[in-house]
């Protein structure tokens, strides 16, 4: 049976210590990223809101915004078929006061996406709502730990033309994160994610 020569063996391991090296360094610094970045305080007027669906509290964040006058319209991008306005509100209906949520219902520039369903597609569908609404700054609203490599496919798409403030969502205290299993499985899982978007963007 033949064996490989120990300098090759020893070449071997060395690249994979070294890969694997890489892997936990760029995952520390992702699950850093998540943490420290932050909402940015005295947000000023933009043109349009962008909320991506999936975890809870990014479309009830995207719906205060809109009530703070941030921006006067607001783009949720990944609806489900068959989901209307009302049935997004009446899922946050806990959360909204009354006046609120009629406020909502009443507002003339909320509108629904429902062509997007990866954030890929959530980047690009928004991209050519942007260009048809003649769009130059956004608040891009998902979770804290979807954000990095959400606004690495916008800012990708978007291609400079627009300013995009990224509004990240985690609810409680961020520094808690670290003591919550389910946080480290979707820290990693969208690190690879994230990691196979810039492949593929640096690649394209």
Known sequence: MNTLPKTTLKKITTSLIIVGGIIVAGFILYVATIILWTKPKDLPTHDAIIVLTG???????????LLEGKAPTLL???????VTLKDLIDANS???????????????CIVLDYVADTTETNATETTKWIKDNDIKTIILVTSA???????????????????????????????????????????????FKFAGSLIRLKQG
């Open 55 to 65: 975890a809870k509290g990014r479309i009830e964040t995207g719906f205060e915004l």
């Open 94 to 108: 806990e959360i909204l006061s009354t006046e609120n949520e009629q406020l909502i219902r009443n507002h003339c």
């Open 76 to 82: 949720i991008s990944g609806v489900k078929d068959n």
């Open 145 to 191: 730990s979807h954000m990095p490599r959400a606004f690495l496919q916008f800012h990708s798409a978007i291609n400079g033309d627009v300013g995009i403030t990224p509004y990240p969502y985690w609810q409680g205290n961020r520094l808690d994160l670290v003591t919550q299993p389910m946080f480290w499985q979707y820290a990693a899982r969208e690190y």
